[in-house]
């Protein structure tokens, strides 16, 4: 049995949904997949695999299985790219997760010119809103962090930006031009949960003066819309649906063009800055580091300030 194979069959058995899908994707035959995850469950004496006819479930056995599988095979690949990154092109595909934020205005805009770069090396990018805990799934995730945020990770730094108070015009001239924080109380609020947990329906928010030192205040607001898309959020904002706290670096065409209206200029709810969180493996492979760099080059000049993991 070629065990390297059958774990990577394995993986992506569950990756992909499904053997039929698992074969398709390797360029297989559903029997070689399910002859080889056999094999494997065969070998290891456990069921990895609960199948039926609608889905399939991993065992309690298959997914500490699985977290170990991913180690194995990242290892190898990190081996392989190491081995070879010298006497070829750069090549494979990139596991990336990010938020949707990240996804859509950061690093989708990116891609053109990476694969100009980089036309053999692939990008596999996944969305969620809280990706932290998924590190070593993926080669690195992106994710933004008020600043002050401490965690043990392996992360660079990229870019930092503040979230500022706007609406649109139409909405400022029909419910008025808040002149301080406690005047928010009287507005629509169309919250974005910034962090994780921050609870549906909370009205609470707390800003922060723009300039560093002074006192944050709390206003209550009510929140007509709450959402975890924050397409949904910035979309109703431009609308005229309420008041959003929203990214300067990212609406800053919206400000110049007068579709959004910056309110409330001294205050802001946080400074962000957006990490590359890699895995905790000792090698970086070639086409990571490539990335990274690339990403780097393309904010260049902007702020690097925030919160403190370590820096690879």
């Not at 205005?105 to 692939?122: I, M, N, Q």
Request: glycine share 6%; proline share 6%.
């Amino acid at each position: 049995m070629d065990r390297l194979q059958s774990m990577r069959v394995f993986q992506r058995v569950i990756d992909e949904g499904g053997f039929a899908a698992a074969a398709r994707a390797m360029d297989m035959s559903p029997a070689g997949v399910t002859r080889l995850v056999g094999d494997l469950e065969q070998h290891l004496g456990v069921r990895l695999i609960q199948r039926s006819t609608r889905r399939l479930a991993l065992t309690e056995a298959g997914e500490a299985y699985l977290q170990r599988v991913r180690s194995i095979l990242h290892e190898v690949e990190d081996a392989e790219a190491a081995a070879t990154a010298s006497t070829r092109e750069l090549q494979g595909t990139l596991r990336i997760l990010a938020t949707q934020v990240l996804a859509t205005y950061f690093l989708a805009p990116s891609v053109a010119c990476w694969r100009e770069r980089y036309p053999k090396v692939g990008l596999e990018l996944a969305v969620d809103p809280f990706p932290l805990t998924r590190v070593d799934e993926f080669d690195v995730i992106f994710m933004a962090v008020e600043n002050g945020f401490d965690a043990s990770v392996v992360a660079r730094p990229l870019v930092s930006t503040e979230s500022i108070v706007c609406a649109s015009p139409a909405y400022v001239q029909r419910a008025g031009m808040p002149l301080e924080p406690d005047d928010l109380q009287r507005h629509d609020y169309l919250k974005f949960p910034w962090r994780e947990g921050s609870g549906q329906g909370l009205r609470h928010l707390r800003l922060k003066p723009l300039e560093e030192g002074g006192a944050a205040v709390e206003v209550d607001m009510p929140v007509v819309l709450q959402s975890a898309s924050f397409d949904v959020i910035f979309r109703a904002a431009l609308d005229g649906a309420g008041v959003a706290m929203l990214p300067r670096q990212l609406v800053a065409p919206q400000l110049s063009s007068g579709a959004l209206v910056h309110l409330l200029p001294e205050w802001i709810l946080g400074r962000y800055t957006t990490y590359a969180v890699l895995p905790t493996r000792k090698l970086i492979p070639a086409r990571t580091r490539a990335f990274l760099d690339f990403l780097t080059e393309t904010v260049a000049g902007q702020s690097h300030s925030g919160a403190r993991p370590r820096t690879p």
